[in-house]
């Protein structure tokens, strides 16, 4: 679509055609017939010879064209532009932190895939949270693992498609084998210092107890929610396990109570997905977009038109001059022939 920036210029149009009811015509003082005896012959007739005066006349199709000329001038200055398809942007309205246990427990195969397979507990894992990333549209995404300590996998970002990518690329014990719990808060308070958004969301997946953390999950719980940061914790262990294998559901359930999040166990796959529904629920918000429609300056057309047809114009007219006058010279040699 083309549209013009000052479109209110185009008013200019009527300007030539108003100039010319209003002003005069042009007159050029032109002597209309020389004769020696031109005074003498005014003194015997007693008049007052005044000044003559010629004006000049342009064709029709002259003036057509000066006209089509002045119009292309100001479609110009209107400035045309092209108007091109919308591009819209999502704006991120929340932040949202992974925290994914990649301790030795998480290899334990106790869960299913989607195919029915028993697979390991961090595979059926990273099956459920690939979809739930899927749905992630306007959430600026953050992972964190842990082991022995935690790491920033991927800072926050609106690719979601690196996201899934480099979760998929994450192993049992690539971290560890111990659960440092605690300190995966921590860093992930750490994180969101940078952030702008007012929701905040971290979901802690674990499978264990806290086991090698410097700062304690309780702890690191109650500084998060100073900060405005809600927890959802999802435990996929055996609370029933003894040693380092335990799942400590006191523990988990006091992170997520004090940070006014929810705490849910999965014993499978299914149960699993069901939960991240779940939480996918509890977390709608209004997708905030920008759109905008890029625009393609145009003027150098009308321009370039103007400036063509307003050369060859001229250069035809000095054409046509010339072959009027090499006629009437031409003539003119056969009349004295």
Known sequence: MITFLHPWLFALVLLPLLLRVVLPAHREAKQAVRVPWFQRMVE????????????????????????????LLVAALARPQLVEPAISRITPTRDLLLLVDLSGSMEAEDFTNTEGKKVDRLTAVKEVLDDFLTRREGDRVGLIVFGNAAFVQVPFTQDLKVCRQLLDETAVRMAGPRTAFGDAIGLGITLFERSE????????????NDTGSQIPPAEAASIANDKGIVIHVVGVGDPESAGEEKLDEEALKAVSENTNGQYFHASDRKELDTIYQEIDKMGTRDVESESYRPRRDLFHWP????LLLSVGGQCLSLLVDHLKRRDASSTEEVSHG
Do not use: C
Not at 198 to 207: G, N, P, V
Not at 303 to 306: G, K, N, Q, S, T
């Open 44 to 71: 015997m007739i007693g008049a007052t010879p005044s000044d003559g005066a010629v004006i000049a006349e342009t064709r029709f199709s002259q003036r057509v064209f000066h006209y089509f000329l002045w119009i």
């Open 197 to 208: 958004n007012e929701d905040k969301l971290m979901i802690a997946l674990t499978d264990g």
């Open 303 to 306: 321009l370039a038109a103007f």
